[in-house]
């Protein structure tokens, strides 16, 4: 089944304990994709990748990082959390080109 | 930054009535998109329209698209209790380098 996977799905951690939150595609997409969305704010971009090794920062970078060594895989890593990136994280991906994205089922996190 | 802007906010209609959201842009496209979002879970996306449609359909879908106002619209006919979402209009530009941007969304709520 064409999906995007993304572990864990539900993640409560403490103020500046590192996490990685992993996003998986198997349509052989080039480009991903990570967003938050927060009550009010809709969806915001947080960095995307066109393609193995290649990441771009989205509008709301700051605190996060990211990687791209294979294609199918596109984590998120928070060095340092703190409480304003509680929030609902979505992986997407697509194909080059003007097409739909395949989200996964998001992550909702929590930082105390 | 956000393009799409939503409106309205929220929608509450009846069962069987049909529903409409509207959304309105700032910059040039290549195709505006609409998804759907079930409560705290992944977007679906529902249809796709390129800068050089008017109107598309997809089932119950019809999605209109005037690019000299820059606006587009999603009517969702013959309503039913399952369409309770948000609907999202996302926009990709036309130098293909740029990812999609997404609005804030209209809530709809359709009762039995």
């Known amino acids: 089944e064409a999906q995007v996977t993304q572990n864990p799905r539900y993640l409560i951690t403490v103020t500046g304990k590192k996490l990685t939150v992993t996003c998986s595609q198997n349509m052989n997409h080039e480009y991903m994709s990570w967003y938050r969305q927060d009550p009010g704010l809709g969806l915001r971009q ?4 066109m393609n193995v090794e290649v990441t771009d920062k989205g509008d709301v970078p700051e605190g996060y990082k990211v990687s791209r060594k ?20 979505f992986c997407a991906s697509m194909f080059h080109g003007y097409n739909e994205q395949f989200f996964g089922p998001g992550t909702r996190l929590t930082v105390l | 930054s956000q393009q799409g802007e939503e409106d309205p906010q929220a929608l509450s209609i009846q069962e069987g009535e049909n529903a409409t959201m509207n959304c309105s842009y ?13 409560s705290g879970r992944g977007l679906v996306h529902l249809i796709l ?17 005037d690019t000299s106002k820059k606006s587009s619209s999603l009517l969702i006919t013959a309503s039913r209790a399952a369409d309770t979402a948000s609907y999202f209009c996302a926009t990709n530009p036309p130098s293909g380098n740029t990812p999609l941007v997404f609005g804030k969304g209209t809530r709809l709520s359709v009762i039995a």
């Open chain 1, 70 to 89: 294979e294609k199918r895989n596109f984590p998120l890593i928070l060095e340092s959390p703190s409480p304003n990136q509680t929030s609902l994280y």
């Open chain 2, 26 to 38: 700032k910059t040039s496209i290549n195709n505006l998109q609409w998804y759907r979002q079930n």
């Open chain 2, 49 to 65: 329209i390129r800068s050089n449609e008017r109107e598309k359909h997809s089932g119950r879908l019809r999605v209109t698209l």
């Open chain 1, 46 to 49: 947080i960095y995307y990748s």
